[in-house]
Structure formats: C-alpha cells, structure tokens
C-alpha cells in the first residue's frame, strides 16, 4: 500500500531553520512529483513547493521562494523540505504528497501523509 509518512516538525523561533522529511512506502519515488503544502490554523491547504523525483524540476510559490529548499533522495525513498528564514506565519501543519504532474494545486495530489506540525513563535 502506497504511503507517505511526514516527521521534522518542531517548535522553532522566527529566523530559526527546519527540515521537514517525507519518507515513501510501498513504492518507488520513480518519476514522480513529491509536493509539499501548508495549512495554516482556519486556511485552505496550500502547496509550497514540488519536486520531479525522476529529473529534478522544482516548483515553489512565491511565499516561500528564496527561504525554502525542496530536494530528494531516491535511494532512500524521501524528499526534504529545508526551511529557513521562518516567520509566524509559516505555522501550520504540513502534509506531503504524490502527482504525475509539477503543480502546486492540491487537486493533482493524492496519497496524502497525516502531517507534521511547525510552530514559529518566539
């Protein structure tokens, strides 16, 4: 059974750093797209950033470009969201999942993780 499990969640600082992991099962990344999305307390799920598994090809949305770095490791079935320059309003829980599609939109994803919490607070 596919699955996706989320961990690296935290409490953390503004300013502060995280790397958020997101661990495949019963299958393999391949060439497929691995998204990341944010839902903030009260908001609609939002995507942040996607990876080709197979190539590489990132997507990030203008709210997070510039501080948050996507990336893969194939031969250990995970991708990696490193976070940097975090603000208050980043806090949320992030979920992880699969597309065959480079897209931001939730729609494309299915096999949904159950979640990491981020916290940024001082």
């Known amino acids: 059974q596919a699955q996706l499990v989320e961990s690296g969640g935290d409490l953390v600082q503004p300013g502060g750093s995280l790397r958020l992991s997101c661990v495949a099962s019963?299958?393999?990344?391949?060439?497929?797209?691995i998204g990341w999305f944010h839902q903030a307390p009260g908001k609609e799920r939002e995507g942040v950033a996607c990876?080709?598994?197979?190539?590489?090809?990132?997507l990030y949305s203008d709210s997070v470009k510039g501080r948050f770095t996507i990336s893969r490791d194939n031969a250990k079935n995970t991708v990696y969201l490193q976070m940097n320059s975090l603000k208050p309003e980043d806090t949320g829980v992030y979920y992880c999942?699969?597309?065959?599609?480079?897209?931001?939109?939730?729609?494309?994803?299915?096999?949904w993780g159950q979640g990491t919490q981020v916290t940024v607070s001082s």
């Open positions: 990876i080709r598994t197979g190539g590489g090809a990132t």
């Open positions: 999942a699969v597309a065959h599609v480079l897209s931001l939109g939730s729609t494309d994803y299915a096999n």
């Open positions: 019963g299958f393999s990344l391949g060439y497929f797209t």
